[in-house]
């Protein structure tokens, strides 16, 4: 593996293949042997090849990358972003295992089954497998988990996987660089209705319904819409959506405050348990493999305790790993259920889990993929979310969707992080998605933006 | 038999006829239906459905659905006053645990109130200046909801556990501050002119005098302050979670196991009481018959 | 103590508290209660003073205390001009004032630790329970005041008063809440009291036999508004007297008719400033009848016989 001084104004810096795998583009197709070089020992051609990504971050523009290093020199250059940048927290990341900065940590949830493998990774051991003491704190609601991630409260959290990308740019917070390091789980929510709405299933005659979501920024927030405006119903103008914490989301349908929600589960199967409401949609039949809830901790975290964070990523990553296998679920549902987590009847949990279940209809549904838990978070997911935040007027003007997807959704390093556990990445960066029957082509992101009918004026 | 004694018995009988009415309405209003036992017509299919479902078409008695019967929220009390002290972890404690979080936090709320209120309401009582010049803050700000003050406090301090307490502090510290102010101001004119004529220096006055004769309205307000503040420190902790009774009563109700969340409202009220009788006790220590 | 006053000693043991030209007025410019009014009260004196109510007595005794400051004049004690109040000169006030939190014994402790604020506990306890021996109330010294009845609050407010041995006592209208029974044995304890321990008195009082049975001279106020003493009349009668034996001294009634007379009559006659600047001093106790007596009697200085012609 050799790589080209990435402080050298006249050489291109070609870093490596466009896969996104760690070797470089000569390289691609083969298997790199561990530590093998062209010349260089293993650890120094680790910390080139590091810096070389850093500069390439910075620069990404061959010519800016020139011009800067002609204009003020190597060696300037060099000292100027190695005091900006974490160098050496980046170095840690890229190592086997360093010693761990931070061993007792604060990880905060919301006890809903998206957050399953950041939860099961404690009763079933993998944080202190890792040498790791987390306290997993059941908090209270999404606004809670953010303040607590800002003031520090908090080592690193459960997300919603738009929360990072809306603090890291200053949406309804005081802006402070969040980074999603996995996703938690794919697909897992669903349209639940109130019993009397049996009959109303068409949603382009759902025009004055109250619908509930757990957060402004969420994927259910961003589907709900989507999915209401492919009916032809605007969101902002004909439906009232309220943010209702999830268990409060039941006992709404109960009181009939509320019509319908797009919400996490157990709240969906626990509507249908306690025989108000019943299943419409699941969220996958709207986009089969969507994000919903990410893993994810502070820029300054990760810069501070790099070893501790990957000791973090390896314990989720094993867990996500664990959760995707269907044999180990009914396990799973078991171990999450006691009133220290979730705290819900087991059987719920089991329906939610298994995929079989019973759909407040009178039938039993079996939908094995009904939750997943992928945890590589793509960076075309990011953007989806990017665009949906302009079509509804939460972000305004240009957005440098590719810039911010990049920065906060750290794929290289999840898939770093699964290759040094022994499993498969996925090759690429970016990949299209089909939502409601309607691709999604990342590279085109502002034309994907502004082509809805319906969207904020 | 006394007649006191007489009129005591009477009316404890009343409270325990009433106490027995309420017990059996609650029974009979969550007896379970008659029809949840029809179940022999049932298809295999639907009776999976069923079970699903969390019920047992061949159980005699239906699924405990909406308000709990008192059979289950007796065990439900049994089973949390027999292990009060458990501890799995952060998110799941005892009530005995989280009772001594809340009565912590009331404690320190409460106590800095006080250090803060009697002071002041007593310069505010014995200077009509002061008095004036400070009302309309104070008028200002007391009617403001500890539900108001707690995304301020929250924001401002960023500590859930200190925010809590600041927010029980500014709530229970009106009806000290107001009532030491009332009961200075209006300390009979009479002890003052003795403590004028027998030449008393301020700072015994102040303390042999005065405190004695404010003594029943200050407690009368510490005894209010008490009231507002175990009441604040529920709503408090429903909203930031952690530990603490407030927070046991989310917890439960996120799981909308409503006999656990009754419990837990019922040692809220029977807790409350308890402070309240010591403040009461403590008014009929320092009142005097005039 | 005695301060250099340059008066000769016969004129400084009568000006012990000298007051002179005292008026005042609750409202600027508004006519004043009482104006001019000028006495003198010697060591070990009992005075009364009487009059109708809005005749501002109660302010002047007041004034007296330091409790309240006049607009015109000024009060000397011993030569010392009187600015505020003082254990020099105790109060017995009209309500009796005690501190319903303190025992009886708290009560006097109270005062008597101000008074000595370096006592031990058993100076002071003994203090205490001597002046509560003095007023009788010994076996209600560990009570409340709510467990005693009115007439026993009076005497503890009494004991307080006498218990810091002040040099002045200034007694507002103490029985006036009373029922005559115990009114008049208070009386009679007072008198012993006061003759036990030669303690100077100043005392309002609406009933002209109580005045007449304890004070030396007896101060006659005249209406309001702008009133003033209008006389001063002399207790002529023997110093040991009796409650019960009293009304047999034929003094007695002369004093009293006078008295009676005054407040029916006359006290109206003298306000709205008209009343002398200077008091006469009557003694209408010594009639023309008896002018044989009269000549056996000490006048007291500055006495002006009255001839009363029938």
Redesign the interface.
């Known amino acids: 593996m050799s790589t080209h001084d990435p402080y050298d104004a006249d050489r291109p810096l070609r870093l490596s293949c466009a896969c996104g795998g760690a070797h470089d583009a000569a390289d691609h197709g083969r298997e790199p042997a561990a530590g093998a070089t062209g010349g260089a020992s293993g650890a120094s051609a680790m910390a080139e090849r590091v810096e070389a990504t850093l500069v390439r971050a910075l620069l990404p523009n061959e010519r800016l990358r020139r011009r800067f290093l002609q204009a003020v020199g190597a060696q300037t250059a060099r000292a100027a972003i190695a005091s900006l940048l974490p160098i050496g927290a980046l170095e840690a990341m890229a190592q086997e295992k360093g010693p761990l900065e931070k061993k007792e940590l604060k990880v905060g949830f919301i006890?809903i089954t998206c957050a399953t493998p950041l939860i099961m990774a404690g009763p079933l051991g993998f944080y202190r497998q890792q040498g790791l003491d987390v306290?997993?704190?059941?908090?209270?609601g999404w606004a809670?988990i953010r303040?607590?991630m800002l003031?520090k409260?908090y080592d690193a959290t459960h997300f919603l996987s738009p929360m990072p990308l809306a603090i890291s740019m200053g949406l309804g917070s005081v802006a402070q660089p969040m980074r999603v390091a996995t996703i938690q789980n794919i697909n897992g929510q669903a349209i639940t209705l109130a019993n009397k709405h049996k009959e109303n299933r068409d949603p382009r005659n759902w025009k004055g319904f109250k619908f509930a979501i757990p957060f402004e920024y969420s994927m259910h927030n961003f589907l709900l819409r989507y999915y209401l405006a492919e009916a032809g119903i605007n969101p902002d103008t004909d439906v009232q959506l309220r943010v209702v914490p999830p268990?409060e989301m039941?006992?709404n349908l109960r009181a009939g405050n509320i019509d319908g929600f797009l919400g996490p589960d157990p709240f969906n199967q626990?509507a249908?348990?306690?025989?108000v409401g019943f299943i419409h949609l699941l969220s996958k039949d709207i986009w089969d493999g969507h994000p919903c809830c990410a893993f994810g901790t502070s820029e300054a975290f990760i810069q501070q305790n790099p070893n501790t964070f990957a000791a973090l990523y390896r314990a989720v990553l094993t867990a996500s790993d664990m959760a995707r296998d269907p044999k180990n679920r009914e396990l799973i549902a078991k171990v999450i259920a006691?009133?220290?987590?979730l705290?819900?009847?087991e059987?719920v949990l089991t329906?939610v889990l298994t995929g079989k279940?019973?759909d407040g209809l009178?039938?039993?549904k079996n939908v094995p993929d009904r939750a997943g838990f992928d945890p590589v978070p793509w960076q075309s997911m990011a953007v989806w979310m990017l665009t949906q935040m302009k079509r509804w007027g939460y972000i305004k003007g240009d957005v440098d969707y590719k810039g911010i997807a990049e920065q906060v959704f750290l794929l290289t390093d999840a898939k770093k992080q699964m290759k040094a556990l022994g499993g498969k990445t996925p090759d690429g960066a970016y990949r299209n998605y089909t939502v409601l029957g309607k691709t999604f082509d990342p590279t085109k992101a502002a034309e994907y933006a502004a082509s809805f009918a319906i969207r904020k004026a | 038999m006394t007649p006191i004694l007489r009129a005591r018995l009477q009316s404890s009988l009343l409270s325990a006829a009433v106490l027995v009415l309420l017990l059996v309405i609650w029974h009979v209003a969550t007896l379970p239906t008659a029809a949840a036992r029809v179940a022999t017509s049932l298809t295999p299919e639907q009776v999976e459905y069923q079970k699903l479902l969390g019920k047992d078409p061949a159980a005699a008695t239906a699924k405990a659905a909406g308000f709990p019967t008192l059979a289950l929220m007796g065990e439900t009390v049994v089973r949390n006053l027999a292990h009060p002290f458990y501890d799995n972890g952060p998110n799941d404690k005892g009530i005995g645990i989280q009772l001594g979080w809340s009565l912590l936090r009331v404690g320190l709320g409460f106590g800095l109130a006080a250090i803060v209120a009697i002071p002041f309401g007593f310069l505010i009582g014995m200077s009509p200046l002061i008095y004036r010049a400070l009302d309309p803050f104070i008028q200002l700000l007391k009617p403001i909801s500890p539900l108001a003050w707690m995304p301020i406090a929250l924001y401002t301090i960023k500590d859930s556990s200190i925010s809590g307490i600041f927010v029980i502090f500014i709530c229970s510290v009106w009806p000290m501050l107001i009532n030491t102010a009332f009961g200075v101001s209006n300390v009979r004119r009479e002890w003052l002119n003795v403590a004028r004529t027998l030449e008393v220096t301020p700072l015994r006055k102040a303390f042999q005098v005065i405190l004695p004769a404010a003594a029943p309205t200050i407690l009368t307000g510490m005894r209010i302050s008490m009231g507002i503040a175990w009441l604040v420190i529920v709503a408090a902790e429903m909203l930031v979670g952690g530990t603490g009774i407030g927070y046991f009563v989310w917890n439960e109700w996120n799981n909308l196991a409503l006999s656990s969340v009754i419990f837990a409202i019922l040692v809220i009220g029977v807790v409350g009481m308890a402070l309240d009788l010591l403040f009461a006790w403590a008014q009929r220590a320092v009142s005097y018959v005039d | 103590m005695s301060i250099d006053t340059g008066l000769p000693d016969g004129a400084a043991k009568a000006d012990f508290l000298r007051v002179e030209g005292l008026g005042k007025s609750y409202a600027l410019g508004a006519e004043p209660v009482f104006e001019n009014v000028n006495f003198t009260i010697a060591r070990g004196e009992f005075v009364c003073i009487v009059g109708h109510s809005g005749c501002g007595k109660t302010t002047i005794l007041n004034v007296l205390a330091g409790l309240e400051q006049a607009n015109a004049g000024n009060v000397f004690m011993g030569g010392r001009e009187v600015a505020g109040p003082s254990l020099e000169r105790g109060v017995v006030f009209q309500g009796h004032a005690l501190m319903p939190w303190l025992t009886v014994r708290g009560n006097i402790a109270f005062a008597v630790r101000s008074k000595w604020p370096d006592a031990t506990e058993a100076e002071i306890d003994t203090q205490v329970e001597k002046y509560v021996a003095l007023v009788g109330l010994g076996a209600a010294i560990d009570k409340k005041p709510s467990a005693l009845s009115g007439g026993m609050k009076q005497r503890v407010g009494i004991a307080r008063a006498f218990a810091i041995e002040p040099k002045m006592l200034l007694l507002d209208e103490p029985f006036g809440a009373l029922d005559a029974l115990t009114r008049g044995t208070i009386q009679d304890e007072l008198l012993r009291i006061c003759a036990e321990t030669r303690q100077t008195v100043f005392m309002i009082t609406h009933d002209v036999d109580e005045a007449i049975l304890l004070a030396d001279k007896v101060l006659l106020m005249s209406n309001g508004p702008r009133a003033g003493v209008a006389e001063i009349v002399a207790n002529t009668m023997s110093r040991e007297r009796q409650r019960a034996t009293l009304h047999h001294d034929p003094q007695y009634y002369r004093i009293r008719n006078h008295m009676v007379d005054f407040l029916v009559a006359r006290s109206k006659d003298y306000s709205h400033g008209r009343s002398p600047a200077h008091a006469p001093v009557v003694s209408p106790g010594l009639d023309a009848d008896v002018a044989a007596d009269v000549a056996a009697a000490e006048p007291a200085p500055n006495v002006v016989r009255i001839k009363v012609r029938t």
Request: charged share 20%; aromatic share 8%.
């Open positions: 006890a306290a997993l704190i059941k908090t209270a809670l303040d607590k003031n409260e268990p039941v006992a626990r249908v348990y306690d025989e006691p009133a220290a987590y705290n819900q009847p059987t329906q279940y019973a009178g039938n039993i």
